[in-house]
């Protein structure tokens, strides 16, 4: 019991620097190719780390499976159909190449829009993510959600209305406010906006990662590492040279790779913060498989509130108890109690779409497929969005037709 709390306070905790060290690298400044400090707004890069991340999860994966004669039953290959073919090793890491684009195309576009997001705000749009999920779950898995999912989710659409709804009036009202610098509302809802994109192709991901996991024995461990190695390779051949030669504003290109490393060579803090980033995407893909079998509906939906809540915490503690001046605080604004609203609509509206809030008149199962989840974060996209839903393990124990 006491490594289950261990490794749920390292979920947590972890899952918050992702996000709070990911917004700080964007407001910390460093000289350049053009010799002149400036803020280290480099999105791209921030993606390449995170594969790297995802990556190091095959070491120890490797030193867990050499130090136990049993592995643990997180690390368990997922349920398959015993008429289903079983594919080799290479197979595997080939298909694990198609959710590992959708990974890529989601982090990318998150991270664009965290340059021009609060981090608590970016935090809560993704909770869009449960949306595109469950849309394509009814197109491509074929399976049939009740009223309830579906109130659910609409509840999710108004919540996230509401806290895009503060973001902009607060963005608004501060440019009229001659004591805080000036925000482009444009710029603000543009962030939003690659936020929302993003949603869309991590719901691919959580489907294709479904539907490719029935076909796999992969243990989680090795698909996140598999991940991570797919998304370095493309990211080094493909995105990294794109970006490079693409015109723009980063010293004449869209990111430049050479300004970036200068950067990184000209500020210590900006290295160890990029470090404490890839160490922090590895200690949260391996916590959060380590308590796989421990968490239900109920644990992810609090689990998703808390990390949001002490993320936005901190960015208010920041502001008003270290120094006001540093770029990733937040100040409380008279929007904030909207953007406070619109949060506890979008974790209720999670909440009944999983069915741990019922409502008067629509129609429940005696126990809830959402509720009977074997296994909350059995791939990269669930572990990272955690959202309360179906899964492919769900599927497995309870057989299709109940879900249906």
């Not at 461990?221 to 030669?245: A, K, N, Q, S």
Request: aromatic share 14%.
């Amino acid at each position: 019991m006491s490594w289950v709390v261990l490794y749920v306070v390292g979920f947590l905790l972890f899952g918050c620097l992702n996000t709070l060290t990911t917004k700080i690298q964007f407001t910390m400044h460093s000289v350049g190719v053009d010799s002149q400090a400036k803020l280290f707004m480099k999105p791209w890069f921030g993606v390449f780390t995170m594969f790297i991340g995802m990556a190091l999860n095959l070491v120890f994966h490797v030193i867990r499976t050499r130090n136990s004669n049993v592995a643990a039953d997180s690390l368990k290959e997922p349920l398959t159909d015993s008429a289903t073919p079983r594919l080799s090793a290479r197979q595997k890491f080939l298909y694990v190449s198609i959710p590992a684009m959708f990974d890529l195309v989601t982090t990318g576009l998150n991270y664009v829009g965290l340059l021009y997001c609060s981090a608590s705000v970016w935090q809560m749009l993704r909770g869009a993510n449960i949306i595109f999920s469950a849309l394509f779950s009814v197109v491509f898995l074929g399976r049939k959600f009740k009223a309830f999912n579906w109130f659910g989710v609409c509840v999710v659409v108004f919540g996230i209305f509401l806290v895009g709804l503060s973001n902009y009036l607060s963005s608004r009202a501060t440019s009229d406010d001659e004591n805080v610098p000036t925000v482009d509302v444009s710029l603000q809802i543009f962030g939003m906006s690659m936020v929302i994109l993003a949603q869309v192709f991590s719901g691919g991901q959580v489907i294709t990662e479904e539907k490719l996991l029935k076909g796999l024995q992969v243990p989680p461990l090795i698909l996140v590492g598999y991940e991570g190695i797919w998304g370095m390779i493309v990211c080094l051949l493909l995105v990294i040279p794109v970006t490079y030669m693409i015109p723009g504003s980063d010293a004449g290109s869209y990111e430049n790779t050479y300004d970036t490393l200068l950067m990184l060579t000209n500020s210590s803090s900006l290295i160890w913060m990029v470090l404490l980033y890839a160490v922090s995407c590895t200690s949260y893909n391996l916590c959060a498989v380590c308590v796989t079998g421990s968490l239900s509906a109920v644990h992810r939906t609090m689990f998703m509130a808390s990390r949001t809540m002490i993320v936005w915490m901190v960015d208010l503690y920041v502001h008003y108890y270290v120094d006001s001046s540093i770029a990733y605080g937040e100040k409380w604004t008279v929007y904030s109690y909207l953007q406070l609203g619109g949060f506890f609509v979008l974790v209720t509206g999670q909440a009944i779409y999983a069915g741990l809030i019922k409502i008067p008149g629509f129609q429940y199962t005696e126990a809830s497929p959402v509720l009977k989840c074997a296994s909350a974060f059995s791939s990269p996209a669930s572990m990272k969005n955690m959202s309360p839903g179906f899964n492919m393990q769900d599927e497995q124990a309870l057989g299709k037709d109940e879900i249906e």
